[in-house]
């Protein structure tokens, strides 16, 4: 068994996959302050092992520049990409500036190749106002429960709330309505 913890963890996942969550989780809830001191003495050995020269500095970042960026992106741009950044970094303009740089510019190529992000849009927010201010606020109401809480329903006056809650449901019912026609065209159009 290595005992560095990077090694450990990777092993773990490979063998078990996304199973291997339960047994880290559980070790990092009972143990963890071996964990943390394990964790700790891993990275401090990592580090000492690295080469720390300018040009390995250099093409460790554009490596890890390059990994924000979608694969069909990496293909046409990536070796003038990694030179770029390595000759940045060389003339001493290697800061934060190039890195925002990096994340605004690799954030637009993701969405520029991922077209279908409207529908992990519509799947991310379609739960909000169907469950959390629609059939949440109906079961309460009906079972005779008022706590106001995040339910804004229950923040309007008696009569407001029925109409609000079935607002709220059709509105969560249409972005949900909206996520599948757009996850069924993009499979189609796959």
């Not at 070790?27 to 040009?55: C, H, N, Q, R």
């Not at 994340?103 to 849009?121: D, F, I």
Request: charged content about 15%.
């Amino acid at each position: 068994m290595n005992w560095d913890f990077f090694a450990a963890h990777a092993a773990i996942g490979r063998k078990w996959g996304w199973w291997s969550a339960i047994p880290i989780t559980v070790f990092w809830i009972l143990l963890w302050p071996i964990g943390l001191v394990w964790f700790t003495a891993s990275f401090v050995k990592w580090y000492a092992a690295l080469d720390k020269s300018l040009e390995a500095r250099a093409t460790r970042r554009a490596t890890r520049f390059l990994s924000w960026y979608p694969e069909s992106w990496k293909i046409r741009h990536g070796k003038e990409f990694s030179d770029s950044v390595e000759e940045a970094m060389r003339e001493g303009h290697g800061g934060p500036a190039l890195t925002m740089n990096v994340v605004r510019e690799s954030g637009l190529a993701r969405s520029k190749s991922q077209p279908n992000s409207t529908g992990v849009l519509f799947w991310a927010l379609c739960w909000l106002p169907l469950a959390g201010q629609g059939l949440i606020p109906m079961i309460l109401k009906l079972t005779g429960v008022h706590v106001k809480a995040l339910f804004l329903a229950f923040y309007l006056s008696g009569s407001y709330q029925w109409p609000f809650i079935i607002v709220m449901i059709l509105v969560g019912s249409g972005l949900l309505i909206a996520a599948l026609q757009n996850t069924i065209t993009t499979r189609a159009r796959e």
